[in-house]
């Protein structure tokens, strides 16, 4: 006659504490996987849609957030300026009433273009580029261009 093996409270307490480290670890492993996987749409690192084109005035500078830039549309088009200063990285923000970006930092002063007019920076805001598909402004982050001078070859036609 075959016997019954149960199991004791030791072996019981053992297979609960592993199941729970299994656990626990694959929930680790599920974190750091998403916490290294690089964003590939919708933020900053990918392809963000600032919006429709008409949406943004001519002669505007607007702030777009989730991409940490300003999108500058003039007559002859749009610009993406990335907001980090090219001195130290500090962000820049549009000064209306002065017409300018300003570095809170150092006092670097660039025009709407990025081009350097005052300050410590050592050449223009860096730029993304942009592309218009079906109205909307696309901008991809993920290649910043750093440039000596400002072309007017970097505007993309509107």
Excluded at 2 to 14: A, D, E, W
Excluded at 15 to 40: C, D, E, M, Y
Excluded at 62 to 73: C, K, M, P
Aim: hydrophobic residues 40%; contains cysteine.
């Amino acid at each position: 006659m075959k016997t019954k093996q149960s199991l004791n409270r030791r072996q019981i307490l053992g297979l609960v504490w592993t199941g729970s480290i299994a656990i626990f670890l694959g929930q680790a492993a599920v974190a750091l996987v998403n916490f290294i996987k690089p964003r590939t749409s919708g933020g900053f690192g990918g392809q963000v849609v600032a919006g429709k084109l008409a949406e943004f005035a001519v002669n505007s500078v607007n702030r777009i957030s989730a991409g940490r830039f300003y999108l500058v549309r003039d007559e002859n088009g749009v610009l993406a300026l990335w907001q980090k200063c090219t001195h130290l990285g500090c962000a820049v923000p549009w000064v209306e009433a002065e017409g300018q970006f300003h570095c809170p930092c150092h006092g670097s002063l660039y025009n709407r273009h990025g081009e350097v007019t005052g300050g410590p920076a050592p050449r223009p805001l860096d730029r993304f580029p942009v592309s218009i598909n079906n109205g909307d402004v696309v901008v991809d982050t993920s290649k910043p261009i750093e440039r000596t001078k400002f072309d007017p070859s970097e505007i993309t036609k509107a």
